[in-house]
């Protein structure tokens, strides 16, 4: 008969087999190709965890990537693209992920994600950052800091039906589309970033923002081959406007876009979403994902305009002792006067500025 401690020790090796102990290491070029079959099969997964984003991050913005793998039975369980940046005008933190929308850790379960938590937490000391930040669809963690009602994320639903993705607009916006249609304004896919840069390099200093560098576009497309293109919309053969999207999944997401002065009078800008959301449903992608927005801004008022309503993003803080979190938002007063300069900069001078404040901001 077996005895009390034996019952103990055979559970106890059940228990061993059921849940193997969890490793947590960095990430290697190695891990690539399985990292992102984790990413694609994860709940959560989105196309901001892949991992081509770790070398562009490192090459184009002279990052650290502190990207974590958590393994168990010697296979990935659970992943966190995490980086380091560090800026004098915009603080020093641990980011998941910069310039994205999403990328807060994914985990097989409960036990993963503890984990790659507390992995996180000990980079936050050892770095010196002053915060860790998950970009979290869904705050999780009671005991972090969370912020809402700063960031929307616009998506829904469309077919392969062109009419009735048409009809799915508003009325107003609409006929904006159906009028640019009648004009001389054509659409072409691309995946040279010249055209691309152009517009969007005016449109952005309009904004008062900084420029990312023209080689990010390039070194997007390389890194996400034809999961990323480029729209753009022609007039009389001059590009007036021009979007970056990303696909994954049945998800088609228009990224980086932007407009010259001529494309809001003719419609450009509203034609180069629709040529998007075209091109996309007629290869059958099924979600159009206008991205992100902050409150309170133009951008968030075009994508309601089209019919599109905001789904909140919760994002998640732990602060080192002491620190504090820095109000990295156009609408920050402490920035104002740098944004109004901004706008008046000859464009070949904010594009040469901009690629050495950007790394820090995003």
Same mark, same amino acid.
């Given at each position: +008969? ?5 019952? #103990? ?24 190709? /399985? ?35 958590? !393994? ?13 940046? &560090?800026?004098?005008?915009?603080? @020093? ?41 998950? &970009? ?59 055209? *691309?840069? &152009? ?47 990303? $696909? ?17 009078? /003719?419609?450009? @800008?509203?034609?180069? $979403?629709? !040529?998007? +959301?075209?091109?996309? #449903?007629?290869?059958? $992608? &099924? ?13 968030? #008022? ?29 609408? @920050? ?13 000859? *464009? ?15």
């Amino acid at each position: +008969m077996a005895t009390a401690v034996g019952r #103990a020790e055979t559970a106890a090796a059940r228990d061993q087999t059921q849940h193997p102990p969890i490793t947590v290491r960095p990430m290697t070029d190695g891990d690539a190709a /399985n990292w992102d079959k984790f990413v694609r099969a994860a709940d959560g997964g989105t196309f901001f965890h892949l991992a081509g984003w770790r070398q562009v991050f490192a090459e184009i913005f002279r990052l650290t990537p502190r990207y974590l793998v958590a !393994e168990r039975d010697g296979k990935i369980a659970g992943i966190l693209p995490l980086v380091h940046q &560090r800026s004098w005008l915009f603080g @020093n933190a641990l980011i998941s992920a910069p310039f994205c929308v999403e990328g807060g850790p994914l985990a097989a379960d409960l036990e993963v994600r503890d984990a790659l938590d507390a992995a996180a937490l000990e980079l936050l000391q050892e770095t010196g950052a002053d915060y860790l930040e998950f &970009r979290s669809r869904t705050a999780s963690r009671p005991e972090w800091q969370t912020r809402r009602g700063l960031y929307a994320d616009f998506s829904k639903p469309i077919t392969g039906d062109e009419k009735q993705n048409l009809l799915a607009i508003p009325r107003k916006q609409r006929a904006v589309v159906r009028k640019a249609l009648e004009g001389t304004l054509s659409g072409a896919v691309e995946r040279n970033p010249d055209n *691309l840069f &152009r517009v969007y390099s005016e449109s952005v200093r309009n904004l008062g923002t900084p420029v990312f560098p023209k080689r990010y576009f390039a070194a997007l497309i390389g890194a996400f081959g034809s999961d990323c293109d480029i729209v753009t919309i022609m007039d009389r053969g001059q590009p007036v406007a021009a979007v970056m999207n990303f $696909y994954f999944r049945d998800r088609v997401m228009p990224y980086y876009g932007g407009g010259t002065a001529a494309a809001r009078k /003719n419609g450009a @800008n509203d034609l180069l $979403y629709w !040529e998007v +959301m075209r091109q996309a #449903a007629a290869r059958g $992608y &099924r979600q159009f994902d206008f991205g992100r927005s902050k409150a309170n801004t133009g951008a968030f #008022a075009f994508k309601k305009n089209w019919g599109f309503e905001p789904s909140w993003l919760e994002y998640e803080y732990r602060t080192r002792t002491g620190a504090s979190l820095p109000e990295k938002n156009p609408l @920050n007063p402490k920035y104002s006067l740098l944004i109004a300069a901004w706008r008046r900069l000859p *464009l070949p001078v904010a594009n040469m500025l901009g690629p050495l404040l950007i790394r820090g901001l995003g």
